[in-house]
């Protein structure tokens, strides 16, 4: 029987992340994975896919709507979404052969099968051809992810009824797509069909979409993917879902208690995920699971098994890759003996549409809830110069900061290229920057960045442009 020093139950962004850094610290590493391919959610069904579809169908779009006031004229544009589909699984491969060689290179051990504990120590790995070979590992991590969740009585038939994972590979752009949630998951894809061509309705519970996210985002958010053509029915609570051949029938009442009927040809469920724990055994060491299925952790991501680490989409907190990855590099370096932490309130969350929605920090809602006395400063896009020439000018950014010491508490960006902007809050953030020092730093004209400048400047009623 093989030993290792560690062995991780599960491949995604937690997982591999974690077996490259046990290796980098000297540790025997073992990964295990049941699918074929490395990388977990995110590169197989998650992350990576939907930008590679996000990507190809903003271009489709911009061919549509804004080639023409470039003064480009395109005659005879089509989609090939074949085409499009086989490029979305090419980037896939490559991300996730790029996995195959990092765990080489580090000389971790790959098993591909199902992983399951026999004991704290051991575990069963059942392959494909139904053999089970068992391992012995002195810590194990288990990074075994999530997957989609449902409503009790919506039943995914995954042809008609669908979730993310379909979605990413369907075989024809859906005419009418009904999304039940208006989370990041379901606007990105409905975004992708949007553009595409499809009539696209979002029924969200909630008052507003990306719940959680600070008001003003949710707000202009929703106003721009309605210009783009998007419908949306906040304060709607789904009460069912009706297949009847090539139709699906979503009923859905508003705040009042009054039903409306949906007809569409696809319906995607995207009303959050679920952690994954099946079959793995948690019974034979004794590691808790919460009410909510999540693997229950101490503050080091210790279970009480106190050998049996767990990290990701199984644990609680932001169901987001680059929190399971700095999840893996923590875990890895607490097993190695340092002293590693985490900072949960600067893991940015993103958004992908167009425009990107990017936060970091405390909302103004929480700082409000929470008494904190704060300033805030805001800027919009169309009043950059870089926006105006790319004819990216929906959106702004709000800088909030704390009253006495300036220092920043939240950054809330909207518009185009958040998604990359947003770092540099992370960056202010983890320096404890005051909006002053922002304010204070050259930012290279003409770019995107500097609405995060003149947001600082505006916390101090001095904003330059606007
Ligand atoms: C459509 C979509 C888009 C997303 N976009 C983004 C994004 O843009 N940015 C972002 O930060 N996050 C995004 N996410 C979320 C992101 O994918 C997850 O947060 C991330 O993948 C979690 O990583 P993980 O390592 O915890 O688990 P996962 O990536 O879920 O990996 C878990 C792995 O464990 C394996 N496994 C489970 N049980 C066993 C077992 N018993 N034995 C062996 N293997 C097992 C699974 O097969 C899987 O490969 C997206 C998710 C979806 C669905």
Redesign the pocket.
Known sequence: MSKYDVAI???????YVAAIRCAQLGLKTAI????TTL????L????IP??ALLDSSHHYYDATKHFATHGIDVKGLEINFNQMISRKNEVVAQTSGGINFLMDKNKVDVFQ????FVDATHINISKADDSIEQIEAVKIII????K?ATLPFIKLDKKRVIT?TEA?SLKEIPKHLIIIGGG??GL??GSVYSRLGSQVSVIEYMPTIIPGMDSMLSKELQKSLKKQGIKFFTSHKVTSVVTKGKEVIVTADNKKGVPTEFKGDYTLVSVG?KP?TL??GLENTGVKVTERGQIETNEHLQTNASNIYA????VKGA??????EEEGTMVAELIAGQKPHIDYNLIPG?V?TWPEVAAVGKTEEQLKEAGVNYKSGSFAMRALGRARASMDTDGQVKVLADAETDEILGVHMIGARAADMIAEAVIAMEFRASSEDIARSSHAHPTFTEAFKEACLAVHDRALHS
């Open positions: 139950i599960g491949s995604g962004p937690g997982g295990i994975e049941k699918y990388g977990g959610t995110c197989n069904v998650g992350c939907s930008k099968g199902f992983g399951s990074a075994t992810g999530s989609p993310s990413l990041v998951i990105e894809l995920r994954y079959g793995l990290i990701g989409d199984v169901m987001l890759a680059h929190k399971a993103v992908y």
